[in-house]
């Protein structure tokens, strides 16, 4: 009989968080404690001490972050509490505890400035608050853990738990006549319910260490990501005001504040190498992910 597995979950209300929670709860391995920011806020050293220092527990899973690139620029001290101190901080105590932790984190990490897909042994040069305070937590998490920590990047994540581009993209087009998307930033789009579902591939995993990229395989612009909602969602039957997007440039984008590092798609072959597993391509995640959303819509 297998033992149970005590699993915390760091930032379980927010959208990969409310995946990993509803996925593993319902498993009879694993006993999980999952903590919103109201109950573990990783910006309060103090809150941390004391939601984690009581339990007992195999595995911390940290999905919780500063992650408006905006804010982390206008207010760096808070970004580098919730993105490098408050992970550092849970990383010790798993060390303390001997427990795992996995660390999920960004492709903001990488300066984007070249085209080509990211490798994990790539070099770091993050452009912006948002990226370094991720990056000094990766570093703080692994050398806290060594063996025992695991970094996984992932970017453009999508799910039914939180509002994301899709949804937006969708909800514009039925609105509007004219919609825009960035034609000329790059990344790979990750639905929440397949992270949660590969996560899982590495629990037992001994090689799962240092640096993992996770998330849907294929790379596009935020323009064909778009583009390819509009399109599944037209198939099913969704009445739109618009139907194709209007490209634009990312220098057009005068309302933001923060620079956004415009080639981060990140490769999967490690994961793949480590569990078996190639992740699925985003556009039948995506697609499955819209028909879900849009039967619900229809029932309620």
């Not at 699993?7 to 903590?35: C, E, H, K, Q």
């Not at 937590?137 to 692994?142: D, I, K, R």
């Not at 899982?200 to 790379?219: I, R, T």
């Amino acid at each position: 009989m297998e033992e149970t597995k005590n699993i915390v979950i760091i930032g379980g209300r927010g959208r990969i968080g409310s995946a990993l929670t509803r996925r593993y709860s319902s498993n009879p391995r694993y006993t999980v404690t999952s903590f919103g920011r109201k109950e573990l806020d990783l910006a309060d050293l103090a809150s941390i001490d004391s939601a984690l220092i009581g339990l007992e527990f195999d595995l911390v899973i940290n999905a919780a972050a500063m992650t408006n690139v905006d804010a982390c620029e206008q207010h760096p001290e808070t970004a580098k509490r919730a993105n490098t101190t408050g992970p550092a901080r849970v990383a010790e105590i798993c060390r303390n505890k001997g427990a795992r932790m996995f660390h999920i984190s960004t492709d903001y990490v990488y300066d984007g400035a070249s085209p080509g897909l990211r490798h994990e042994g790539d070099a770091t040069e993050p452009t912006g608050i948002y990226g370094q305070t991720k990056l000094d937590g990766e570093n703080a998490v692994l050398a806290a853990l060594g063996e025992h920590g695991l970094i996984i990047r992932t970017s453009w994540v999508f799910g039914p738990d939180r509002p994301s581009f899709p949804d937006m993209v969708l909800q514009w087009a039925c609105e509007r006549e004219v919609v825009e998307a960035i034609d000329d930033k790059w990344s790979c789009p990750c639905y929440s319910e397949d992270f949660a579902q590969y996560l899982e591939l590495l629990f037992d995993n001994e090689n799962a260490h240092g640096v993992l990229h996770l998330c849907n395989s294929g790379s596009c612009s935020w323009f064909d990501y778009g583009q390819a909602v509009l399109s599944i969602a037209e198939a099913e039957g969704v009445v739109l005001k618009c139907s194709d997007l209007k490209p634009i440039e990312l220098f057009q984008m005068d309302r933001f504040i923060a620079p956004r590092p415009m080639h981060t798609a990140m490769a999967t072959v490690k994961f793949a190498e480590l569990t078996g597993v190639t992740p699925r391509g985003w556009q039948v995640a995506l697609r499955e992910y819209l028909r879900s959303e849009l039967a619900k819509s229809n029932d309620a």
